[in-house]
C-alpha cells in the first residue's frame, strides 16, 4: 500500500496517507478497536471499497481497477457467508467453477482442502448440519480452494465461544505454516493477534501506531496508544527532570522521582507518560537492586491460578497491578499491608503524554 487514504463523505479521512508492505506467505494481523480504520484496510485491499487516493498492489501489480472476483483473494467473514442451500462440496466447488476448473480439477482441489482443515467425510452435509467451528473450517477451506495470492480474514473468529476459538486460531496458524500462503487477518482481540501473528499493525484514528513483531510490540511499545492496548500496563503521569539519548529522569505528580529508559518523549519540562507491566514489577527487592523503589500498600488480591493479581497504592495511585506468580516461592501478602516494590530503569518506558 502506497499514501492509502479513504474518505467517505470526502472531508474526514477514516484512513490516512498510510503505507504498509505484507511480505509474502507472512500472517499480517490487523488490531485496533472498533472504528480505528482496521476493516476499511481490508476491504480497500478485497476491492470491496475504492481507495479515496494512493495505490494498492497485489505481486507488484497494482489493483485499485481491478474488480474483487479478479485479484485472485480469498476472504473469511465473521459469518462464514456459507450458502446455505449448498451442501460442503458444493460450496468449496462455487469458486473453482467461477474460474471455470475441470471436474476432474474440483474433485482433487475439494479433496484436498478438506484434508487441511480435518473434515473428510462432510462433502455431502449442508451449513446448518455443522458446528459453528466445522463451518469457519469450512470457510477456511474455502478461501483455499483456489490457491489464491492473498487470504484476507475479518474477525474471522468473533462468534465462538472462548475455547472454540482458541482452538481454530491454533488450526489457522498450523494451516499457514503448512501452506506458506500470505494471509492478512483483522481482529480487535490483542491474545488473539499475539497468538498467530507474524507481525502486527495496531491501528488507531486511521493511522498504524506500530507495526512489529508481537514480542516486540508488548516489550518495546513506541507510545502510550499501544503500551496501553497491547497487554495489561501500568501509565503513570509526570514531568521530565533530566534525560540523555537512554534514560531519563521524572517527576511524578505525588512528587516521587522515577528513573526510566527514554523512548519517545518531547524534552526536558514536558509531560511524559510512563508505562510498566505489571509482571515486571518485584515484590520486595533486595535494598539498593534496583533504582527505583517505593513503598506501596496492598489494597487487593485476586486469585488467577497461575498468578495473583495485586493492585497496589503507590506514588499516589490506588490502581497500580503487580502480578505475582502462583509459586512456592512467592511471598505471603495481606490486604492492608505496605511492602517494598520496585523495577528496573529498562522496564519502565517513557513514551509521549497521550494516550
Same mark, same amino acid.
Given at each position: 500500500m502506497e499514501e492509502i487514504q479513504k474518505s467517505y463523505d470526502g472531508e474526514t479521512l477514516v484512513i490516512?496517507?498510510?503505507?504498509?508492505?505484507?511480505? =509474502?506467505?507472512?500472517?499480517?494481523?490487523?488490531?485496533g478497536p472498533s472504528g480505528s480504520g482496521k476493516t476499511t484496510c481490508l476491504m480497500m485491499v478485497a476491492g470491496f471499497e475504492p481507495a479515496t487516493h494512493g495505490e494498492i498492489y497485489l505481486n507488484d501489480r497494482p489493483i485499485n481497477k481491478v474488480p474483487p472476483h479478479k485479484?485472485?483473494?480469498g476472504m473469511v467473514f465473521q459469518d462464514y457467508a456459507l450458502f446455505p442451500h449448498m451442501t460442503v462440496a458444493e460450496n468449496l466447488e462455487f469458486p473453482l467453477k467461477v474460474r471455470k476448473m475441470s471436474k476432474e480439477e474440483c474433485k482433487q482441489r475439494i479433496k484436498r482442502v478438506l484434508d487441511m482443515v480435518q473434515l473428510r467425510g462432510f462433502e455431502g452435509r449442508r451449513p446448518s448440519q455443522l458446528s459453528g467451528g466445522q463451518q469457519q473450517r469450512i470457510a477456511v477451506a474455502r478461501s483455499m480452494v483456489f490457491d489464491p495470492d492473498l487470504i484476507l480474514m475479518d474477525e474471522p473468529l468473533g462468534a465462538l465461544d472462548k475455547n472454540l476459538r482458541e482452538q481454530m486460531q491454533l488450526e489457522i496458524r498450523h494451516i499457514h505454516e503448512r501452506l506458506g500462503v500470505t494471509v492478512i487477518y483483522v481482529t480487535h482481540d490483542q491474545s488473539e493477534a499475539l497468538t498467530m501473528s507474524d507481525r502486527i499493525a495496531v491501528f488507531d484514528d486511521g493511522v498504524i501506531q506500530q507495526l512489529a513483531h508481537p514480542d516486540k510490540l508488548y516489550e518495546e511499545p513506541e507510545n502510550a496508544f499501544v503500551a496501553h492496548f497491547?497487554?495489561?500496563?501500568? =501509565?503513570?503521569?509526570g514531568n521530565i527532570l533530566e534525560a540523555d539519548d537512554k534514560n531519563c529522569k521524572i517527576e511524578l505528580d505525588s512528587k516521587d522521582i522515577i528513573q526510566a529508559k527514554n523512548v519517545n518523549i518531547a524534552g526536558i519540562g514536558n509531560r511524559t507518560t510512563l508505562s510498566l507491566r505489571p509482571e515486571r514489577v518485584i515484590i520486595e527487592p533486595a535494598p539498593g537492586s534496583m533504582p527505583n523503589i517505593f513503598n506501596a500498600r496492598v489494597e487487593e488480591l485476586i486469585y488467577l491460578g497461575d498468578h495473583i =493479581?495485586?493492585?497496589?497504592?503507590?506514588c499516589g495511585h490506588d490502581d497500580f497491578?503487580?502480578?505475582?506468580?502462583? *509459586? *512456592?516461592? =512467592?511471598a505471603a501478602l495481606n490486604k492492608g499491608e505496605t511492602v517494598k516494590i520496585g523495577w528496573n530503569i529498562e522496564d519502565c518506558r517513557a513514551l509521549d503524554p497521550s494516550g
Open positions: 490516512k496517507n498510510m503505507n504498509m508492505d505484507v511480505t =509474502r506467505g507472512e500472517f499480517l494481523t490487523m488490531l485479484r485472485g483473494i497491547i497487554g495489561e500496563n501500568n =501509565r503513570l503521569l =493479581r495485586t493492585r497496589l497504592k503507590v497491578v503487580v502480578k505475582v506468580a502462583n *509459586s *512456592s516461592a =512467592r
